[in-house]
């Protein structure tokens, strides 16, 4: 079986500047082989992503590295410039991520899972749910068009596989190397290797991805659920 | 088997004008049937519902609609009047809330279901469920007295039925006429059927009820859940 | 709420001659307050429930406890007469409950849950959920005529409620007296009780009422789940 | 998103002649429409499913009826020949299938639900699953040659979708009219609409694959989940 | 089996003063005769809890019951100094609870469920799973020092066992006496045993304690379930 | 946190040759540094297991390659002798292994998930799952006498971590050599490194334990399930 994702506009909403690379940025290759068109939106600015060594001016540090990792994908990216470790389902948050699904116009989107451990992807993830449909409702006014339907909404997998149950998996085998050197981009935080709190992140997600590639029979995969709910689940 | 209503007073409370209709007002009219006294509270104007020909004044218009649709019903009414699209589980919605509970003292609460599709009903759902245990106790103060114990509480189904376990099914083949009427009175809203984001509501409500039907061996059901928890379980 | 057993024929279905009492019994006692009719299907001779001082003709006297329970009860006993510790869902056992259920014509069939703790239970629940269907199937011939519909089926309460989610509670506060009193037939299990393996029975039985009404709001309480399958589901 | 299913050999397995039409023929067609190879596996020879006024010889029958609709299909058809209501995961039945596998060599297998409603389509669920495994492996002979490696499996949506939660949705909408002519060629079967414990065919069909579209955002869908165990997953 | 806590320093993240009493204190107890440090962090001031004779002062009073219970434990305490009935995560909370967890320096934080029956034990649940990420976060800045990993989270039982699916049992049998008499020493409460909404509090913590003893083969138990999350997991 | 297995007896009852290796070996281990009495039941002569050259007398083979595995761990060794996949819950199968346990007369079983992957790991489960039960009853006979009460069960977790959602883990770090070793005995499932359907093993293994270890804060981790049923839970 092979999903296609000719003709789709993929738009990943992610909390932090890497959690895109370590949870779906093998998808987002392949459907850009697809020819699809991609998105990328950071909800936070990093901030206090800080290895042992601080880096002076590290929201501007981390813009960069995502925009350097965006520009390997060919990505469009946005910013949502909400504070690390602060991000909640506000009113103003809510609308910030309605305006910026309406400026990217997706067909899918993916989100966090409700079930991921840190507070802010659960924030991005109920803040990415309500979003695809206000984003498609004209009585919520920003200052783009609304959508003329809500996008579709994939949940990703949780970072370490913890919880999460899949329910599909696709296939990134031809696009690893990529997904290695978007992370490559990511210094300030390939740094926090010494960090007693912090796992190196290149052995996280290459056991991540193996894994869930020897879960579905591929050399690597990215797992997925649909959210099944009225309007934003669509038939393949 | 049987589920008697007789002696209850049942309190729907659901986000928007028409939600009552399309998951519940089959056992509303049940439950009058067997002599219960019901209540319907409507936490947002609407205001955001907009058909593709806009209608001035559509808070105004929707809250004679849900009147219109009470009446037919014969169930008292109350309005959150919270705005469309920004319900959140807030300490003043609490505090409303609760009041709303207080005046009517029911014996058992619909709320909508955690898992169901709209933002806003999920802030109704834990609205709902905090309301009807804070309504018995007596340090929340509010203009009305405290009940003297909170009353049951269940999950109504999903709208479309999406990603919702029935725990049970109640049977309304005998009131499907009323529940189509009631949904009739919301004009604002059938005059949406030409809306891409928008299913034409009453097909929405036909295909659901008697889909429920067909799985609990009746021509028409609507679904529930018990809410399983401390105080707000009753045993039948 | 009240649910009402009126004009239902209620059969339990149950492996040993003692697990209707520590299950089902109050839920019976209900039913038949409400006129319905009762009956109870024991599967096995419960020929291995040996106490310390073993009982010669341990099956026969078994048999005897069980009729006095049922005679206290009011219902129509059932023997499938399979042997203790050896229950499967076999063709020869599936036509025996088949029969026993064209026999009964129960309209609603409480079963053991699949996720109960002792094989035979386990066995009788798929035994109690195929023949539900196969007696309403002109096709599997015994020697009574088939129903006209499947009756509805509950799974019951596992023992000790380990890993049940209750769907209901049923209040069986009024007859928690008659639930003890069939309870303390079963003799030659209550010698039991100084039996490493064995809990005193009537303990195990009141802390089990006594919990699940606490979950429910009255003094004691009995849980079920329907079985929410095509044809075997009724709405209330 | 478009899921493709060229070069892919897929085989549904079902209990009965008429269960492929109720549950995954418009995916077959689907299939087929991207030029997969389709075969479908009637395990029971449908022989208990007689209509009030009975057939002789209903075996060949149905077979007949079955091999119309296959036709309609283009499908390759094998029949495992076990008797209506007596399918268990016995070693002959194991045997069977796995043959049956083996001479089409599936890429991709469509079984029961396990959840599903009648005791034949979870023995078939249970065979199919476990037959996709020994169809693999050398060690298990039958007639014709082990595969190089399992065929992935997808479990189908339950007959009035009850208990099932969908993995994902498969957009059927082209292919209505060849399910609903497939289902038409099971005459005998359409013949028991008036018949108290059967549910008229064609509104139970069509109520589903229109419920399960309303869900997924098409006209008409069938509902899957995949088989998430070793070396039975493929990435997509 | 024994689960050890020698060498760990666990502390308790509870809504109300006498939560950690019904909830975990046996469990604090063993780990105190293990070796371990205790903590005892109590989020409100229980000023709504008043009996029907209302007690003026009920903060200070209730927190010289919680003090004298904390001594009959040896627990170090904490108290969050919210309003009773009023708990959310919202990010002065969130601080509060970090800095806590920061001066106990825990290796294990008993939290409340997330399908606990009431608003604030969500809330409370909420706030320990974020605060135990954060409190290991260099980037959140509070008055103490960081942790250098995060402590590992179990989610305690649901009052009345309402919904919670234990992951294991820890044995009290041998505490509950202390567990009793900490109990006792919230007279404020017990004081409202005549209340209708109120459970008497001793029959409700023995009766659970008992229930999930007997699940467990033991005379009283209190039941846990994991956090099975990224960096709050510890293998045993 | 530390579980001690001090004073157990523990026996793991797999269905193929190799299983304890792959999935609780340094548990096994873990509980031996305890000074456990380690047990090992395998069910199946392994003898379909064949390598792409295929291997003479492969039952003999195989029972010596177990025998070697059994020795580095100290583990005594029980055979089923039932043929690999044909294992099934039947009458003699039981009282085979109700047999084994009364002669190990373990204190903690552990036994495959229900879920797990291959036929013959779900029946294992099932009868270790029965057969702790019945060993306990008198009223069930075999040569050996009958436990005094029901061992603890734990469900180890599937291959490939499939499907399996872990109730704790055990900290194997210290034991993955020994582990290793283990594994290595089995030189007849190694040579099947080049065979389409069968994974290289020693990957499989340590992509296993790596990945849970990383799921729970250290290098190396089995996950398990309690088994949560009357009688075969222990608090610990």
Redesign the interface.
């Known amino acids: 079986?092979?999903?296609?994702?000719?003709n789709?506009r993929v738009l990943a909403v992610v909390a932090h500047p890497d959690d895109a690379e370590l949870l779906c940025a093998g998808t987002l290759a392949r459907a850009q082989a697809d020819s699809a068109t991609i998105g990328v939106c950071v909800l936070t600015k990093g901030?206090?992503?800080?290895p042992n060594r601080p880096i002076k001016n590290l929201p501007a540090v981390r813009r960069k590295e995502t925009q350097a990792a965006a520009k390997l994908l060919g990505a469009e990216l946005f910013f949502g410039g909400f504070s690390?470790?602060?991000l909640t389902d506000a009113?103003a948050a809510r609308r910030r991520v309605v305006e910026i699904i309406r400026q990217f116009r997706p067909t899918?989107v993916l989100a966090h899972a409700a079930?991921?451990?840190?507070?802010d992807h659960r924030a991005a993830s109920v803040l990415a749910?309500?979003a695809t449909?206000?984003a498609?409702?004209?009585?919520?006014r920003t200052a783009s068009a609304p959508?003329?339907?809500?996008a579709?909404l994939w949940f990703m997998d949780?970072?370490?596989?913890?919880?999460f149950?899949?329910?599909?998996?696709?296939?990134?085998s031809a696009h690893t190397e990529l997904k290695e050197r978007m992370l490559g981009c990511h210094r300030s935080q390939l740094a926090r290797a010494d960090d007693?709190?912090f796992?190196p992140l290149l052995d996280?997600m290459r056991?991540?991805f193996?894994?869930?590639?020897?879960?579905?029979?591929?050399a690597a995969?990215e797992a997925f659920?649909?959210h099944?709910?009225?309007?934003?689940?669509?038939?393949?």
């Open positions: 079986m092979q999903l296609s994702f000719a789709e901030d206090k992503g800080q690390d470790g602060e009113p899918l079930e991921d451990y840190h507070p749910e309500a449909w206000f498609a409702s004209r009585g919520h959508l003329t339907e809500p579709a949780t970072i370490n596989m913890s919880g149950a899949p329910g599909f998996y696709v296939d990134i007693a709190n796992s996280l056991l991540q193996r894994a869930r590639g020897a879960q579905a029979g591929v995969a659920r649909i099944d709910a009225f309007m934003r689940t669509r038939a393949w």
